[in-house]
């Protein structure tokens, strides 16, 4: 079945500093890659979202300039969380979707950022 | 309207019950309703889904049942085990923008050992 790769599952860094979270979708190619955050014990909230080649969807309130996204190829994206602060500590998860138009979105497992 | 109204937020069901979780939306503009489970520290994994077109799916112990009109839909898990609890998300496939998956707040399951 369909696999994505995520990569750190945790990382913590110190205020201020930049950290970058990898999603590759390892046996099929990604057309649309989605970025989550997610908040102990609460839902899943659509930060953007990213197709190959172009700039990528920010939802409402989502700073774009805090929360850079890279889709660079058909099986990578990237988040790069700039200027990190405590905040910003949460669960990132990322999710892509392959071509076809079938409906086969496959999540990654998750990346924990904890800002000191 | 994007949301995806969940219910309820907690459930607690002795081992060999049924667990029901209720999920309703506003927008016809969804085409597609996956239900997703996921464990503390995990991303979520897609557990069973259905489209508008279909009244009821079943895969084992889970069915989805699907009441177009009254834009209602549940995951119903028979003989639910204690393997069984985590937190259950329903969700919708929006056809506006990039086809995104809007999920609803979740429900934190519990089956009683």
């Known amino acids: 079945g369909a696999v994505v790769s995520q990569h750190p599952s945790w990382v913590i860094c110190k205020s201020g500093t930049s950290v970058k979270i990898e999603c590759r979708s390892l046996?099929?190619?990604?057309?649309?890659m989605f970025w989550y955050r997610q908040f102990p014990k609460q839902s899943l909230m659509l930060m953007a979202t990213?197709?190959?080649?172009?700039?990528?969807?920010?939802e409402q309130g989502v700073e774009k300039d805090k929360f850079l996204i890279n889709h660079a190829s058909l099986t990578l994206s990237t988040l790069t969380v700039t200027s990190a602060h405590p905040e910003d500590s949460s669960f990132y998860i990322c999710?892509?979707?392959?071509?076809?138009?079938?409906?086969?979105?496959?999540f990654g497992s998750g990346t924990r950022l904890t800002v000191v | 309207q994007q949301q995806v109204k969940q219910s309820p937020q907690s459930l607690i069901v002795q081992k060999g019950g049924i667990s029901i979780i209720n999920c309703a939306y506003e927008?016809?503009?969804?085409?597609?309703f996956p239900w997703y489970q996921q464990f503390p520290g995990k991303g979520p994994a897609l557990l069973i889904a259905?489209?508008?077109?279909?009244s009821e799916k079943k895969e084992g112990r889970f069915t989805i049942s699907f009441n177009k009109s009254a834009k209602q839909f549940s995951l119903h898990i028979m003989d639910s085990q204690p393997g069984d609890s985590a937190t259950y998300f329903c969700?919708?496939?929006?056809?506006?923008?990039?086809?995104?998956?809007?999920f609803g707040k979740g429900t934190r399951l519990h089956i009683l050992p």
């Open positions: 259905i489209r508008p077109d279909v």
């Open positions: 990213s197709n190959e080649g172009s700039k990528a969807t920010y």
């Open positions: 927008n016809t503009a969804f085409d597609y």
């Open positions: 999710s892509a979707r392959g071509q076809g138009g079938n409906y086969g979105y496959t």
């Open positions: 046996d099929f190619q990604a057309t649309t």
């Open positions: 969700a919708a496939r929006a056809t506006w923008g990039d086809d995104k998956i809007i």
